[in-house]
């Protein structure tokens, strides 16, 4: 009985800690004694590296997944503030009274002056947070806008801006019509 | 016989060929784990970043469309009345809606509107960090007033109510945790048009 024992070198330190076990299933070996091969590589530092350099690709694409949904998000915000303004503007065209255009030379938001026919403003959609550490001021322009009125077809009113700056291609024109409305 | 010589200084070097005995060593598992920890470290990092931006943006988003509720509220309202007025504030309100509205400002904080018996107010409260609050009111036939409050309130510097160039106006800012959203309403009542 003990004689049937063989002692492995190294047996307890040096042991892999993954072993492969292969069982033949049919055909070689005894039936009462199944054939086993022992295949005791690991994996090597290589291997490993290489998996984990794997991983960090991933984790980076999915980092980059994330990137392009804030900016999504973020164009989907100017998209609505766009829209905002068209519906204000519209409704300032509507109600203020005519001779008020006539008679301001100067724009103020506050002020209710519409729009003449062929005049544009400037202005700007997003005032992020300052994070330089200052805060002063507390909020910036970011994605100047243009918005200008046509009186052809009852009046138009046209708010163009560029989603990525310094980008002709970017460009978002948002169109209203009064008479639509 | 045990060989801790293998334990600490193990026979395979990098690029060689692993024999057959061989699994990892300790400098190997160590290495795996630190990668691992490091790759996951900074992707949770990310991550937790990427949730505390995706919250800021929901709560901007909210509560940029409860204040654009706000302004389609206000603009039906100065829309469909039939009598208005702008007040310094709440005191001047007349008492109940069949009293008439007597005087009012230019510009002030309190807006009400007046349309078929039903009266909306709309007033500028002042908060103790800089920004208000907008408290709407609305008064049925049966006296009961059904309030809602709207918070994150900057006026503009003219004031929030206005009849600016004869054009009644409200203009008031929104300050989140992310930015600044500006809102503008313009309405003239039935009656001026």
């Known amino acids: 009985m003990i004689a049937g024992f063989q002692f492995r070198p190294h047996a307890v330190f040096n042991t892999p800690i993954r072993r492969v076990v292969r069982r033949s299933l049919g055909g070689g070996g005894h039936a009462d004694t199944p054939t086993r091969t022992y295949s005791a590589a690991g994996f090597s530092l290589i291997e490993v590296l290489a998996s984990v350099l794997v991983l960090s690709i991933a984790a980076l694409g999915v980092t980059a997944v994330w990137a392009l949904a804030d900016q999504k998000a973020l164009y989907v915000r100017l998209d609505n503030c766009a829209t905002r303004i068209l519906n204000e503007y519209a409704e300032l065209q509507n109600f203020a009274p005519s001779y008020v255009a006539d008679s301001q030379s100067s724009f103020d938001e506050t002020g209710g002056v519409p729009l003449k026919p062929g005049e544009s403003r400037q202005g700007y959609l997003y005032h992020p947070r300052n994070s330089d550490g200052r805060n002063e001021p507390a909020f910036l322009n970011e994605f100047p806008y243009q918005i200008s009125f046509d009186n052809a077809g009852g009046g138009v009113l046209s708010l163009t801006y560029q989603r990525n700056p310094g980008d002709p291609a970017s460009k978002v024109v948002a169109t209203l019509n009064l008479n639509s409305q | ?193």
């Open chain 2, 1 to 193: 016989m045990i060989c801790l010589s293998n334990l600490v200084f193990p026979k395979r070097a990098l690029g060689e060929t692993p024999n057959a005995n061989s699994g990892f060593t300790l400098v190997e598992l160590l290495a795996a784990i630190i990668s691992v920890v490091v790759v996951l470290g900074a992707a949770t990092g990310f991550m937790i970043t990427a949730m505390a931006r995706q919250k800021a943006v929901l709560e901007a988003s909210q509560l940029e469309a409860i204040h654009s509720q706000l302004a389609a509220s206000m603009s039906d309202a100065m829309k469909t009345a039939d009598d208005f007025q702008i007040f310094p504030d709440t005191t001047r309100l007349p008492a109940s809606i069949q009293t008439p509205y007597g005087g009012g400002v230019p510009a002030g904080k309190v807006l009400s509107c007046r349309r078929a018996a039903i009266q909306r107010d709309f007033e500028f409260k002042d908060g103790a960090s800089g920004s208000g609050e907008i408290i709407q009111t609305t008064t049925g036939f049966n006296g009961t007033p059904v309030v809602k409050a709207y918070a994150g309130v900057q006026p503009a510097a003219a004031g929030i109510f206005s009849m600016e160039n004869g054009l009644l106006q409200a203009h008031w800012s929104v300050v989140t945790s992310m930015e600044r959203l500006d809102f503008n309403v313009y309405g003239t009542p039935l009656n001026m048009r």
